[in-house]
């Protein structure tokens, strides 16, 4: 029986990261995906030795990066003795292939990396059937005889067909362990459909955004109960829910999984049936960071995301956090070149024509507004449900 686990490194790995700079992407832009690649590897368990980078608009389809960027790349590796090499971007069968015949060592895809720090993080049966599924879907099309051959089942008839090669057998224990997984999501789900049904009459709020924005620690202060809340990317893989009563107004508060740009395909298909927190949600908060200098960028990464699982249409409140470490005079500001905008200025702008709230977590700021305007909401899908209602206490 093949079975993947979760890298779990004993020592710190020394890594290089790979990256390209494509055509359109400013200095800002390329700092923090190459920061984020860096906090991925950090939170896998690796350490960052060097970045190499290259402009450069299509990847070379062969390794990735120009033959000449590829030598560096091999000179270092061979001679500081690198445990792994780490490209920002998804690669091919044959990309990886032959990164690991010529760089002979280690070779992650940022798709892989992802998939790696979520096994880490799944703690319950649902979320680590999830991550396991989407490793197998990510593993399938990448099986060639050059990967490490995997090991099977021992005994059974009909395992191997006669004239069958390792790769056929290896394809179809994977496409075997692909359906069994399948099947233990659907009983999984059904069991929380019914629990859902047990609470369908309940206004919904889920806390939805980028990684590593604040949602935990948020969702701690709301609830007043304690909730993992780390400084670490996918900190939250399971989603928490938790019964709150404001003003005799119970409501549903969910925090869900952080987003983030180039999120693996198969991640967001087996988290479907956990994202079903958000599409059954009557309200998001959409929680940004806004001590990031790509916000921005973020923000239109998770608006993007929530059109792919279908709650796009949702009533959404902009939770700006962060505002302690908001400062509109950074280098390479990407707010308004030349004319860096003030955080009154900002709010502004955001507060014409939709609802947001600009709090700090950590430092407690405006909590009591995002309260207030929260409350309002809860109101109104409350009484939309329970005309009429009299909350407790009235």
């Known amino acids: 029986m093949i079975e993947i686990k979760p890298h779990q490194p004993t020592k710190k790995e020394s890594a290089v990261l790979v990256a390209l700079i494509y055509r359109n992407q400013g200095d800002h832009e390329v700092n923090e995906h190459i920061e984020e690649l860096k ?56 990309q990886v292939r032959n990164l690991e015949q010529g760089l002979k060592c280690k070779i992650l895809d940022r798709s892989l990396l992802i998939l790696n720090i979520f096994s880490m993080r799944a703690k319950t ?13 990510y593993l399938l099309p990448r099986l060639t005889r050059m990967w490490t051959h995997l090991s099977k089942q021992k005994g059974g008839i009909g395992m191997r067909g006669p004239g069958e090669t390792e790769l056929e057998t290896d394809r179809r224990i994977v496409r075997d ?32 955004g980028y990684t590593n924005v604040g949602k935990s620690t948020i969702m701690r202060l709301l609830s007043k109960e304690k909730v993992l809340a780390e400084n670490k990317l996918f900190a939250t893989v399971d989603s928490t829910v938790r019964k709150i009563v404001y003003e005799g107004f119970p409501f549903l508060l969910t925090d869900t999984v952080g987003f983030i ?10 988290f ?9 949600s009557d309200v998001l908060l959409h929680v940004i960071d806004l001590s990031n200098p790509n916000y921005e960028e973020q923000m239109e990464t998770v608006d993007k995301t929530l059109v ?35 955080l009154g200025d900002l709010k502004k702008s955001y507060l014409n024509g939709s609802m947001a709230v600009f709090i700090s977590a950590t430092q407690k700021i405006n909590i009591e507004e995002l309260r207030s305007v929260l409350l309002d909401e809860v109101k109104d899908f409350h009484y939309s449900i329970f005309p009429n209602y009299l909350p407790s206490g009235a």
């Open 39 to 94: 906090e991925l590897a950090r939170t896998s368990g690796a350490d960052s030795v060097k970045v190499f980078t290259q402009k450069q608009n299509v990847p070379d389809h062969r390794t990735y990066v120009g033959s000449g960027k590829y030598q560096d790349i091999k000179e270092f590796v061979e001679e500081n003795k690198i445990d792994t090499v780490i490209f920002n971007d998804d690669l091919s069968p044959a």
């Open 125 to 137: 049966a649902q979320a680590k059937t999830q991550v396991e599924l989407a490793q197998y879907e």
């Open 272 to 280: 479907k049936s956990t994202l079903n927190e958000v599409r059954e």
């Open 308 to 342: 792919e699982i279908g709650a796009g249409d949702k009533k959404v409140i902009r939770v700006f956090n962060k505002v302690d470490a908001y400062n509109p005079d950074l280098e390479d500001n990407p707010f308004d070149e030349g004319s860096p905008m003030s």
């Open 177 to 208: 362990k692909i359906s069994l997984l399948k099947k233990k999501l659907e009983k999984i789900e059904k069991q929380n459909l019914t629990q859902r049904k047990n609470r369908d009459r309940m206004v919904r709020v889920a806390l939805v």
């Open 261 to 270: 740009r180039k999120l693996p395909t198969t991640l967001i298909e087996s």
